[in-house]
């Protein structure tokens, strides 16, 4: 009988867990901000929406919850600067039309590579 109500209390609290890691979507205006999770329930992209396409800024983050990534849309397009950090790298890259256009990858305030 433990094992029953064991099981059945382990597979209610998958089903909680599972329920938490789902996307969530809030009107803002004309706007609806939208927030998907990892697996851990950490939150991995927070962002806006118009139209049902990806506008205005975005953030992403791993499952850690740390930063990995941030940037601009216009009506589901990237656009302008945007920025991606892997360990002690900045990556700054500068879309036009939904193409990258250059490429900077700074360490500590430096720029170390271009690429365009």
Do not use: C
């Not at 950090?85 to 700054?92: F, I, P, S, T, Y």
Request: hydrophobic letters at 40%; proline letters at 1%; charged letters at 25%.
């Amino acid at each position: 009988m433990k094992k029953a109500v064991f099981f059945v209390a382990l597979m209610f609290t998958a089903f909680i867990s599972a329920q938490d890691v789902k996307p969530t979507y809030e009107k803002e205006g004309k706007m609806v901000k939208a927030t998907y999770y990892h697996d851990n329930g950490e939150i991995a992209q927070v962002g806006t929406m118009l139209d049902g396409k990806l506008h205005g800024t975005w953030f992403m983050f791993n499952d850690q919850g740390k930063k990995i990534a941030s940037g601009q849309y216009e009506n589901g397009a990237k656009t302008g600067k945007w920025f991606f950090w892997k360990e002690d790298v900045l990556r700054e890259v500068d879309f036009t039309d939904n193409r990258i256009a250059n490429v900077k990858d700074w360490n500590q305030g430096e720029v170390v590579s271009v690429n365009q």
